[in-house]
């Protein structure tokens, strides 16, 4: 069984910046890809960025530049660290671990992240 634990969201102002990091507990090995999803009030949940077990990344368009995504393979975590942070990226920002071989999502809780003055 997988596990997730997200930590590192709260306030901060416009411009401002924070770091993200989940722990990811169970099986876990390349051929599962890290991400971080997001869900603004009375929006779906969407992809924010993602690692795949070779490295390479994908971003939303509207983050790309500010955020970056990594992966820790020895430690087990995907950190986000998110700059130059803007109102619209207020939601619960989700970490998610999928199995490729047959697309099972495994979620954290939720971590909150508010940009606000």
């Known amino acids: 069984q997988v596990q997730l634990l997200e930590s590192g969201g709260g306030l901060v102002q416009p411009g401002g910046s924070l770091r993200l990091s989940c722990s990811v507990s169970?099986?876990?090995?390349?051929?599962?890809?890290l991400g971080w999803y997001r869900q603004a009030p009375g929006k779906d949940r969407e992809l924010v960025a993602r690692?795949?077990?070779?490295?390479?990344?994908h971003y939303k368009d509207s983050v790309k530049g500010r955020f970056t995504v990594s992966r820790d393979k020895a430690k087990n975590t995907v950190d986000l660290q998110m700059n130059s942070l803007k109102p619209d990226d207020t939601a619960v920002y989700y970490c998610?671990?999928?199995?490729?071989?047959?697309?099972?999502?495994?979620w954290g809780q939720g971590t909150q992240v508010t940009v606000s003055s």
């Open positions: 998610v671990a999928v199995r490729m071989w047959d697309q099972t999502f495994y």
């Open positions: 690692i795949e077990g070779g490295g390479r990344t």
């Open positions: 169970g099986s876990i090995d390349r051929n599962f890809l």
